[in-house]
Antibody
Framework: QVQLQQSGPGLVKPSQTLSLTCAIS??????????WNWIRQSPSRGLEWLGR?????????DYAPSVHSRITITPDTSKNQFSLQLNSVTPEDTAVYYC?????????????WGQGTLVTVSS | SYELTQPPSVSVSPGQTASITCSGN??????TSWYQQRPGQSPVLVIY???KRPSGVPERFSGSSSGNTATLTISGTQAVDEADYYC????????FGGGTKLTVL
């Protein structure tokens, strides 16, 4: 059974960097059949996919155009986890952030999700 | 950008069949997934690849897709099924629908 455990601060000041980590158990961040994703949810934007990291002989990342210039997703194979960094945050980035495992067959679906972290951007 | 449209709300009586639709351009040519989200909880995958149920999801949940519409059907709806439901597809990027609140009256 795959489990994803999120950690990180729930309050970030405007213009600073949002950082969250997702620890994986029951699978490997280096799996060649899965991708490791960050998805957020807010009343104004609904569910919004932010990006993914995945290993297919080499490491790759895909990011949503809406956050492409501000986002970094990094795997940590030594701890079997992956992290999200979102720079220059504004109150518009206030949301519940989820990590999720993505599986691909003519498109991705997300079969395991973390518990969610409410991140508030406020001074 | 690709868009998925869901009705904001659907109501159903206990024991009856609930149908939740998701519309998108040529959606039937893509795979649709469905997620259930109860208040304060993370989304849970209930249907993937249009019609497949993950292990542990009750048989009363089923999915179909054709043309521009995918449908999540819940047969013999129970009070525990009251939740928000989201469709999701992939068109060069992941897209979610706006969600449908299912009320079991």
């Amino acid at each position: 059974q795959v489990q994803l455990q999120q950690s990180g601060p729930g309050l970030v000041k405007p213009s600073q960097t949002l950082s969250l980590t997702c620890a994986i158990s029951g699978d490997s961040v280096s799996s060649t059949s899965a991708a490791w994703n960050w998805i957020r949810q807010s009343p104004s934007r609904g569910l919004e996919w932010l990006g993914r990291t995945y290993y297919r002989a080499t490491w790759s990342n895909d990011y949503a155009p809406s956050v492409h210039s501000r986002i970094t997703i990094t795997p940590d194979t030594s701890k079997n986890q992956f992290s999200l960094q979102l720079n220059s945050v504004t109150p518009e980035d206030t949301a519940v952030y989820y990590c999720a495992r993505g599986m691909y067959l003519r498109g991705f679906y997300y079969d395991y999700w973390g518990q969610g972290t409410l991140v508030t951007v406020s001074s | 950008s690709y868009e998925l449209t869901q009705p904001p709300s659907v109501s159903v009586s206990p024991g009856q069949t609930a149908s939740i639709t998701c519309s998108g351009n040529k959606l039937g040519d893509k795979y649709t997934s469905w997620y259930q989200q109860r208040p304060g909880q993370s989304p849970v995958l209930v249907i993937y690849q249009d019609t497949k149920r993950p292990s542990g999801v009750p048989e009363r949940f089923s999915g179909s897709s054709s043309g521009n519409t995918a449908t999540l059907t819940i047969s013999g709806t129970q009070a525990v099924d009251e939740a928000d439901y989201y469709c999701q597809a992939w068109d060069r990027s992941t897209v979610f629908g706006g969600g449908t609140k299912l009320t079991v009256l």
